[in-house]
């Protein structure tokens, strides 16, 4: 019963009126922030009023448009001034940022690649966002294989969102998964039919009518 309770509460942050007008707020305020209003990936000024709540990254029309090509496995963006808000979400867009997160993916750029702007065509931005979020072509050079995919919030903001997981393996330990085991396979009915005659077959079908009749008699 507390199992169902908790599921059927998750998104109950989205129903508390006073929450989401503080979270929006903040979102509010974080995108007036000079680094934030502009797009994070083409430079744009005019339309920034989108995020990514996985990258930490603030977003034109166009380039959040882009996003949603590469998948949520990667990127998920959300409008700034519609959507509802987790407190997680509003954690972590605080811990990050277009400064911090392009420190990150755009800490190896290779001299001469011209970085987009808003007057680049879409197909220029597209294959930016790709190789820079997608295949992370420019992150540092000195990262490890494997590392997370995404952009790694600090450990204040990991600690609100409860990622213990990522949180263990950002300080270098190891994480202990639970082993489960699969149920032993049912046991089934075991008979013992040596005491049983196996049926005998007469050899005259004519004989074996007869003495089944007889057997119907003598009941």
Not at 29 to 40: E, G, V
Request: net charge positive; glycine share 6%; with cysteine.
């Amino acid at each position: 019963i507390v199992a169902r309770m908790a599921a059927s509460d998750t998104f109950a942050y989205k129903r508390d009126a006073k929450l989401q007008q503080r979270l929006a707020a903040e979102m509010s305020a974080l995108l007036k922030q000079p680094h934030n209003s502009i797009c994070a990936d083409c430079g744009n000024e005019k339309t920034v009023r989108f995020c990514s709540v996985k990258l930490g990254v603030f977003l034109c029309n166009r380039c959040y448009g882009l996003h949603r090509n590469l998948g949520a496995h990667i990127t998920r963006g959300k409008c700034i001034g519609l959507d509802a808000w987790s407190p997680e979400e509003v954690d972590f867009m605080r811990a990050n940022g277009n400064v911090r997160v392009n420190s990150y993916y755009e800490a190896s750029i290779p001299p001469g690649l011209q970085r987009p702007t808003a007057s680049s065509t879409d197909n220029y931005v597209s294959g930016w966002i790709r190789d820079k979020y997608e295949r992370r072509k420019y992150i540092p050079s000195n990262t490890a294989p494997g590392e997370s995919a995404g952009f790694l919030p600090d450990a204040r903001c990991i600690a609100q969102a409860g990622i213990a997981n990522l949180a263990s393996q950002h300080a270098g330990q190891r994480v202990a998964v639970p082993v489960t085991t699969s149920a032993p396979p049912p046991q089934l009915f075991d008979a013992d039919f040596s005491n049983f005659d196996a049926p005998t077959h007469s050899a005259n079908p004519r004989a074996s009518e007869h003495a089944f009749a007889d057997d119907l008699i003598s009941f």
